[in-house]
C-alpha cells in the first residue's frame, strides 16, 4: 500500500544517523549509568543499542545477513556507529538494490522500506538519548515528517495489544511538542518528565 514518503530513503539515512552520531559524541563519562525513556535501557545500553542497530544498517547495504548482526554492541562511542553508518551511507549511495526483499526482524520488506524502519529506530532512538542526556531532541522536520507518517501507518494504535508488537500505547503528544517528540510518542514514549529534564 502507499505511504506519503519520499521513494528514496537515502538522504534522510545520512541525515538520520549524523544526527544520532554527534547525539552519541555528546554523551558525557557521567551520564552513561543515567535513566532513559527506554526502561530496560540506562545511556550507555542504549548508545551500545544505536550501535547495534547502525552495524545492521551496515549489513543491509552490504547485502548480508541482518540477523546474524547483535542488536546491542559491545562498544558504545560516537566513532564506531559514525564509521558504520557513514560506510552504509557510500554504499546505498549507487545501490540498484532499493526494491530488493531483504530480511529484517519485523519481516521481508525491499531494502527501501527496511531503510525506513531504521531511520523511524534512529530518530525514536536519537530522541531517547538526547532527552536523557540534555541535547536537543529534535531532528530536521524535513526528515521527521515522512518517518512519522510511515509510523503512523505500519504501527497504528489498534495494534499494540498484540503480544509481537514492541510498542506501547501511543501517548497524547504536548501541544508544544516537535516532530520527533511526536514520533517517539506515537512509538509509546512518555514525553513531558523527560522534556524538563532536557531543558534543565
Not at 557521567?30 to 532513559?36: H, R
Not at 521527521?144 to 510511515?150: C, M, Q, R
Not at 503512523?152 to 500505547?169: H, K, N, S, V
Request: charged share 20%.
Amino acid at each position: 500500500m502507499a505511504i506519503d514518503q519520499p521513494a528514496d530513503p537515502r538522504p534522510a539515512y545520512a541525515a538520520a544517523t549524523t544526527w544520532v552520531a554527534d547525539l552519541l559524541a555528546g554523551v558525557t563519562d557521567t551520564q552513561l549509568d543515567g535513566p532513559t525513556p527506554c526502561d530496560e535501557f540506562d545511556v550507555r545500553t542504549l548508545m551500545r543499542h544505536l550501535i547495534g542497530t547502525g552495524k545492521r544498517g551496515l549489513a543491509l547495504a552490504e547485502g548480508t545477513d541482518i540477523l546474524a548482526v547483535p542488536p546491542i554492541d559491545d562498544r558504545h562511542d560516537a566513532a564506531t556507529y559514525a564509521e558504520a553508518t557513514g560506510r552504509a551511507v557510500e554504499l546505498l549511495a549507487g545501490s540498484s538494490r532499493l526494491g530488493e526483499i531483504v530480511t529484517v526482524p519485523w519481516g521481508q520488506v525491499p531494502l527501501a522500506a527496511a531503510l525506513w524502519g531504521y531511520i523511524s529506530e534512529a530518530l525514536t532512538h536519537g530522541w531517547d538519548l538526547a532527552v536523557a542526556t540534555g541535547q536537543n531532541s529534535e531532528a530536521d522536520p524535513a526528515i521527521v515528517e515522512p518517518t512519522l507518517a510511515a509510523a503512523r501507518q505500519f504501527i497504528p494504535a489498534e495494534i499494540r495489544t498484540l503480544d509481537d508488537i514492541p510498542f506501547g500505547p501511543v501517548v497524547e503528544p504536548r501541544a508544544e511538542a516537535g516532530l520527533t517528540e511526536r514520533l517517539a510518542n506515537w512509538t509509546g514514549r512518555t514525553s513531558a518528565n523527560w522534556i524538563q529534564v532536557a531543558a534543565s
